[in-house]
Nanobody
Framework: QVRLVESGGGLVQAGGSLRVSCAASGFLSGIEFMGWYRQAPGKQRELVASISSGGVTNYADSVKGRFTISRDNTKNMLYLQMNSLKPEDTAVYYC?????????WGQGTQVTVSS
């Protein structure tokens, strides 16, 4: 089992920055993929950024150049640095890990960007 706990969300003005974190614990061997997803009210959950076990990153077009995903394997942490935030970035941000056919999700952290 893998436990994921997000933190770092909050309220920020448009143009500001925020970093959300995801602490992973449990049986972490073999994790192939980790990513950040978000879900705004009334919308489907969408992939924001991902990073493979080999360090390959992928970003949604809407956040390219503004967000950076990173991981610290020594601390079992996943991060999402968010710069130049926009009101449309407002959502609950979730951390996800994948091992084989299994997916693990955190409980989410709210990010609100005011205009």
């Amino acid at each position: 089992q893998v436990r994921l706990v997000e933190s770092g969300g909050g309220l920020v003005q448009a143009g500001g920055s925020l970093r959300v974190s995801c602490a992973a614990s449990g049986f972490l061997s073999g994790i192939e993929f980790m990513g950040w997803y978000r879900q705004a009210p009334g919308k489907q959950r969408e992939l924001v950024a991902s990073i493979s076990s080999g360090g390959v990153t992928n970003y949604a077009d809407s956040v390219k150049g503004r967000f950076t995903i990173s991981r610290d394997n020594t601390k079992n942490m996943l991060y999402l640095q968010m710069n130049s935030l926009k009101p449309e970035d407002t959502a609950v941000y979730y951390c996800k890990a994948v091992r084989g056919r299994y997916e693990f999700w955190g409980q989410g952290t709210q990010v609100t960007v005011s205009s």
